[in-house]
């Protein structure tokens, strides 16, 4: 996929380098001069004295602070892709990555229960023509999808339906094409009307990325999974037994700032009618931070994953509300890492386990448990590979 190939789709021509989407920028530090310079880089694509592109920790934010729909962020990938082209990967890199074995995703341990969701999200045919795209994050805490909720939202899929999103963050550009290619064959007979999100990235990558930059064609409806179910709860389906007196401050995902103001309000506007009350960190919404897993995805670094983490983390338990909510199902994975560096701070919680306990379900909790493998497999995979001089192509 070459640039020339995107630049009527990315709107090329319309960036007026006036520096609004970098001045904005929560982790560059960047006076309106200097962001005005940085993009005069980034559209000639100089990697060799950008500060953006050795730095830039890819939280996506910059896409929602462009008034011109001019993709800052994606003129970012573009210099990846072609750094990427150039030297390829390290292999400390390789452990993030969905496709390699192992991964962190993949190499966590299941139990008995979680290994029979998972087969049984695998069937060869959608259990319905309306079904709950799974994607790597809830694969790993299959357990968040037990319930009445997915007797009616029957989950489908499995690990090797990836999304993309990684290689995609990490501007690898020709991979990202491969996979919507891949998911375009998969589901262009399965005969599905619907398929529903449960990850924002997941949503924004079948609904934006891949059919709009990269030519993915998906014959159903894409629908996040927080209006698919205030749809039910107006037709009835399910019926709130018991208002919830919780307090939460909210984390936004990368994902959910581009997708705009109005996403996230909705997630807000769900909890509201479970009876949350909601709290928000100093800066928020398109100007909140970035859950840490972006950070690791330009210098592939497990340490600027971690100091963009444990930024979030502090940030969001210094704010108001007793529990975090976050409604990407990746950050919520990812903050838990970073919760066990200080375990009594708050607990971390998906919506839908607010939502099913509202119903009157009881949740099985493993985003701690999972977290804590995922360190640990970080731990002994990725950091050891900082010594391998190799590199590798996706
Ligand atoms: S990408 Fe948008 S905000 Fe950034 S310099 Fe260009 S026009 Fe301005
Ligand atoms: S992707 Fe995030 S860190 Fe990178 S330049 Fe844009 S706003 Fe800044």
Redesign the pocket.
């Known amino acids: 996929m070459e640039m020339e190939n995107l630049r009527s789709v990315l709107d090329w021509d319309n960036c007026k380098e006036c520096g609004e ?2 001045v904005n ?1 929560r ?2 530090n960047l006076s309106r001069q200097d962001a005005i310079d940085e993009i005069k880089k980034i559209n000639k694509r100089d990697l060799a004295s950008s500060k ?1 592109l050795k730095k ?7 896409d929602a602070f462009c008034p011109n729909g001019a993709h ?2 994606e003129r ?1 990938h573009y210099n990846w892709d072609y750094r990427y082209k150039i030297k390829g990967l390290p292999m400390r890199a390789s452990y993030l990555m969905p496709s390699r074995q192992p991964n962190f995703r993949e190499n966590l341990p299941f139990s008995p229960k979680e290994k029979a969701l998972h087969k049984k999200w695998a069937s060869d045919v959608p259990p319905a023509k309306v079904v709950l795209y799974p994607g790597c994050n809830l694969l790993s805490m299959p357990r968040l999808a037990e319930g009445a909720i997915f007797e009616r939202l029957p989950v489908w899929g499995r690990w090797d339906l990836c999304c993309g999103e990684m290689y995609f963050r990490m501007g690898l550009l020709e991979p990202t094409a491969r996979i919507a290619e891949k998911l375009t064959e998969f589901y262009k007979d399965k005969n599905l009307d619907e398929m529903v999100f449960i990850c924002p990235a997941g949503y924004n990558m079948f609904t934006n990325v891949l059919p709009k930059q990269f030519g993915a064609k998906f014959p159903f409806k894409t629908t996040f999974f927080t209006d698919w179910f205030l749809n039910e709860l107006d037709k009835g389906t399910f019926t709130i037994k018991h208002k919830l007196n919780k307090s939460v401050v909210m984390h936004d995902s990368c994902h959910a700032r581009v997708l705009g103001d109005e996403f996230m309000d909705k997630q807000r506007i769900l909890l509201k009618q479970l009876g949350v009350t909601i709290h928000e960190t100093p800066k928020n919404k398109k100007h909140g931070l970035c859950c840490g897993v972006a950070a690791g995805t330009n210098r592939y670094s497990v340490f600027d994953l971690s100091i963009a983490g444990i930024k979030e983390i502090f940030t969001l338990d210094r704010a108001s509300g007793d529990d975090i909510v976050a409604y990407c199902t990746g950050c919520l994975l990812t903050l838990s890492c970073f919760r066990l560096l200080n375990p009594f701070g708050k607990r971390l919680v998906h919506p839908l386990e607010y939502v099913r306990e509202a119903i009157g379900e009881k949740v099985t909790r493993t985003n701690q448990k999972k977290a804590f493998w995922a360190l640990l497999g970080i731990m002994t995979h990725a950091l050891p590979a900082y010594l391998n001089p190799k590199r590798f192509y996706v």
């Open positions: 989407c970098l920028c982790y560059m953006v830039c920790i890819s939280c996506y934010a910059c800052p962020y970012i």
